[in-house]
């Protein structure tokens, strides 16, 4: 159900019964009952009783923590280990960015975001804090979702993978603070860019 959510396979204001889908899935009501518990906890699903979970709409409540949530571990994560980036991790980063470009020709959406989900989570690795990397992990989930909705409406494929290659490349020069700000510009411009979508 999430990845139908992140992939628009599901919109904003589809309902999903509990009933249908087991019987689809061919399991129990029980599971399908504890995922979608689980969904409306984690702000994917809202259960609208005696109907059924309709699939959460984006609000700018939700754009504006997530994205602030997003600039606290990124942020964070460049700072813990920024200086510690090694060339493999360099290497990684950049087969993600040449990733994004090949989907970018192709007008690949969703490959275009799991590249870009890929990359931040490499930066959130960097801070070598399994923790945080662990928190960071949900939370990248509803940033693919606002991602993929940014792309498709705004076809900023271009700008994002600059954005990431100046990140990328202060990195590659020691330069922590001047990632940090790179880092900091990219999510301000996808703020900007999510808020005029809605």
Same mark, same amino acid.
């Given at each position: 159900?999430?990845?139908?959510?992140?992939?628009?396979?599901?919109?904003?204001?589809?309902?999903?019964?509990?009933?249908?889908?087991?019987?689809?899935?061919?399991?129990?009501?029980?599971?399908? /009952?504890?995922?979608? !518990?689980?969904? !409306?906890? @984690?702000?994917?699903?809202?259960?609208?009783?005696?109907?059924?979970?309709?699939?959460?709409?984006?609000?700018?409540?939700?754009?504006?923590?997530?994205? !602030?949530?997003?600039?606290?571990?990124?942020?964070?994560?460049?700072?813990?280990?920024?200086?510690?980036?090694?060339?493999?991790?360099?290497?990684?980063?950049?087969?993600?960015?040449?990733?994004?470009?090949?989907?970018?020709?192709?007008? @690949?959406?969703?490959?275009?975001?799991?590249?870009?989900?890929?990359?931040?989570?490499?930066?959130?690795?960097?801070?070598?804090?399994?923790?945080?990397?662990?928190?960071?992990?949900?939370?990248? @989930?509803?940033?693919?979702?606002?991602?993929? !909705?940014?792309?498709?409406?705004?076809?900023?494929?271009?700008?994002?993978?600059?954005?990431?290659?100046?990140?990328?490349?202060?990195?590659?020069?020691?330069?922590?603070? /001047?990632?940090?700000?790179?880092?900091?510009?990219?999510?301000?411009?996808?703020?900007?860019?999510?808020?005029?979508?809605?």
């Amino acid at each position: 159900m999430k990845d139908g959510i992140i992939e628009h396979r599901l919109l904003s204001g589809d309902m999903i019964y509990e009933r249908a889908l087991a019987e689809e899935l061919g399991v129990s009501r029980t599971p399908v /009952r504890g995922a979608i !518990q689980a969904l !409306q906890e @984690d702000g994917w699903l809202m259960v609208v009783p005696r109907r059924g979970a309709m699939v959460r709409a984006l609000k700018r409540v939700d754009i504006e923590e997530i994205i !602030q949530l997003r600039k606290i571990f990124g942020c964070s994560a460049i700072r813990l280990g920024g200086n510690r980036v090694t060339a493999q991790d360099l290497a990684y980063m950049n087969a993600l960015i040449l990733r994004q470009e090949e989907a970018a020709q192709e007008r @690949d959406s969703m490959n275009f975001m799991a590249a870009d989900t890929a990359l931040h989570i490499a930066f959130v690795r960097l801070s070598g804090n399994r923790r945080l990397v662990a928190l960071a992990g949900n939370h990248l @989930d509803h940033f693919r979702r606002m991602g993929t !909705q940014r792309l498709m409406d705004e076809k900023q494929f271009g700008r994002a993978i600059e954005e990431h290659k100046a990140i990328v490349t202060a990195l590659a020069d020691g330069d922590t603070a /001047r990632a940090e700000r790179e880092f900091l510009m990219l999510l301000d411009h996808t703020r900007e860019a999510l808020l005029a979508y809605l």
